[in-house]
């Protein structure tokens, strides 16, 4: 992670997902997004069942990953997403799975 330059126009998101978002693949399909998508961040299962992910990148691409988190990868379904715009100094190069 490295400081965000004040010029940089990253958005910054957390992202709750509700469901079967456990046991089906979705943090392996949510970093391949990721990546196709150029975002930084992570992704992780919560204990209560939930996934969270920290999403950074453009707005047309964090637009583009809000949009997919929706239904997710097949196995999986989606009942909610809720997400937050969240101010911060640090800029992600990547996305993992933690």
Do not use: C
């Not at 990253?10 to 949510?30: H, P």
């Not at 996934?51 to 964090?62: C, K, N, P, W």
């Amino acid at each position: 992670m490295k400081p965000l330059h004040p010029t940089d126009t990253v958005e910054t998101l957390s992202v709750f997902i509700q469901g079967k978002v456990q046991g089906v693949g979705f943090r392996a399909a949510t970093v391949r997004q990721a990546h196709g998508l150029k975002l930084g961040g992570w992704v992780r299962n919560l204990p209560d069942g939930r996934v969270e992910i920290l999403l950074q990148g453009s707005h047309g691409a964090v637009d583009q990953m809000l949009s997919w988190l929706l239904q997710g990868p097949p196995a999986a379904h989606v009942t909610g997403v809720q997400h937050e715009e969240i101010r911060t100094e640090r800029r992600y190069d990547r996305f993992e799975q933690t």
